[in-house]
């Protein structure tokens, strides 16, 4: 007895050939010893023969050696760690599955940087399974280190953020913030009083964006001051501008005419400064 009639996958290991009575011989194509190598694609017709007193009994069995599926896996474009998780795809013929470095799954998440194995596996009708391989890359995000801002006087000169962060490079946004020719300035009479918080973005050779904030105080002072001589509503001797209704002002230096209605919280005239009022 030869066996029943079997189907192995192509180039799969060697079938292992059992007859009945034990001790007769196999032949046949693919056959090798007690072995029927899978090589080629195909059906089969082997023969085990069996010799006792002089007569050779022999049996048949065919083996049919089906084809593996022919499976392809599309390339898969580089991340940037921390990228959203997406679904794994480009498998050929659908209805395969994957695996991450060994592990089953559907999806991807680049959450960390390195590169991972993917592996996609179909198995045909036949039972014959082909694996197909790419790697993806996920890259690293730049570490972006920004100096603590602070605060800064609402009268205070525009400040130069080129450098504050590092590595340079990058672009600062937020509420003040613009570009001047190639310095990113930051404006506090233009954000006026309150906290902010500004941007900046790196983004590095791999195209992976890196997002810093950073909070800045625009204060104003307690007083609007004074210094010089002319009409009150000559806003270029005012540190504030002219005053407006409810601020503290201080005259420090000079002379101040006063010939329009002007309220005030509180004022201050220090000594050797000189206020008239109703003179231009």
């Given at each position: ?44 017709t082997i023969t085990y023969t069996y010799s006792q007193l002089g007569s050779n ?224």
């Open positions: 007895n030869a066996g029943n009639d079997t189907t192995i996958c192509h180039n799969s290991a060697s079938l292992n050939l059992v007859g009945t009575p034990v001790g007769g011989t196999w032949s046949g194509t693919g056959v090798s010893g007690n072995s029927f190598n899978p090589n080629s694609v195909g059906s089969f009994f022999t049996d048949t069995r065919v083996i049919t050696v089906a084809a593996n599926p022919s499976v392809s896996l599309s390339t898969f474009s580089a991340r940037c760690e921390g990228d959203p998780s997406f679904a794994l795809s480009g498998g050929s013929p659908s209805g395969g599955s994957y695996t991450v470095d060994g592990n089953p799954t559907t999806n991807f998440n680049p959450s960390t940087a390195g590169t991972f194995t993917v592996v996609y596996s179909f198995t045909n009708g036949s039972g014959c399974t082909s694996t197909a391989t790419r790697t993806i890359t996920v890259n690293a995000k730049t570490t972006v280190t920004w100096n603590a801002l602070g605060a800064i006087s609402i009268i205070d000169p525009v400040l130069n953020l080129n450098g504050s962060a590092t590595p340079v490079g990058g672009v600062y946004s937020g509420t003040g913030v613009s570009l001047n020719g190639s310095t990113y300035e930051f404006d506090p009479s233009s954000a006026g009083a309150g906290t902010f918080t500004l941007t900046y973005t790196y983004v590095n050779s791999n195209g992976c964006t890196t997002v810093a904030t950073n909070s800045i105080t625009v204060t104003v002072p307690e007083y609007n001051i004074w210094s010089g001589n002319g009409s009150w509503t000559n806003a270029g001797n005012w540190t504030l501008g002219v005053p407006s209704s409810g601020q503290n002002v201080r005259i420090s230096s000079g002379t101040v005419n006063v010939n329009t209605n002007a309220t005030v919280n509180k004022m201050q005239v220090l000594s050797g400064a000189t206020v008239n009022i109703g003179s231009s």
